[in-house]
């Protein structure tokens, strides 16, 4: 009862620093709500951007799934050829020590690639790996390493086997956004860094 006694004695000099204090609130009140607001906005519009870019990766790989692996080989050059290397030969056969095809970056490194045409829900083993780490280099002077493949994972160990022998590791959704445009040397780094260290003048 006495601070109430107090504000109706002292109310003209009360009511104006309420009104401020009110004012201050609603106005902080409304900042918040559109800061909040904003922040689900632009998570959904992630989440949206993120979803339709991998259905579009998703239809693109469809008439990659439908290539045999030979003509998967193919299009993994054609792809190289698309972002710049040059003088890519494409093996075609079995037994080419892991290069299914070769050919030189534009600043004149040696690449090598290795494709796996996998049913989608199937993972790269690390035995693949190996086979891939003991050839590209030693057998094939790679300066970068790329293994290139349609199925979604590399296992944990095939992964790790990969980052520390400097393979570039291009799973499907990688290689979805190589398909639908991404440069080659963009994607170098995402996965292994697999840039080499030497440099070979082009011949």
């Not at 204090?21 to 559109?34: D, E, Y």
């Not at 992630?46 to 239809?59: C, H, P, T, V």
Request: aromatic share 8%; glycine share 8%.
């Amino acid at each position: 009862m006495a601070a109430a006694v107090w504000v109706a004695g002292y109310w003209a000099a009360v009511w104006p620093v309420l009104v401020v204090v009110l004012s201050v609130a609603v106005v902080v009140g409304a900042i918040w709500a559109l800061l909040r607001a904003h922040r689900l906005a632009v998570g959904q519009d992630r989440a949206w951007r993120a979803q339709e870019e991998a259905i579009a990766r998703e239809l693109s790989m469809a008439e990659v799934d439908a290539l045999s692996w030979q003509e998967f080989e193919t299009y993994v050059a054609d792809l190289c050829r698309r972002d710049g290397c040059t003088k890519v030969v494409v093996s075609g056969k079995s037994g080419d020590l892991g290069a299914d095809a070769v050919g030189y970056l534009a600043d004149g490194r040696k690449l090598v690639v290795q494709c796996k045409k996998y049913a989608p829900q199937r993972s790269v083993s690390s035995q693949d790996m190996q086979k891939f780490v003991g050839t590209a280099r030693l057998e094939h002077g790679a300066d970068v390493a790329l293994f290139v493949t349609t199925c979604r994972t590399f296992t944990k160990a095939a992964l790790g086997l990969a980052l520390r022998q400097e393979i570039v590791a291009l799973h499907r959704d990688l290689l979805g956004s190589w398909v639908k445009g991404a440069h080659l040397e963009t994607l170098i780094p995402l996965n292994g860094s697999g840039g080499g260290t030497r440099r070979r003048p082009s011949a």
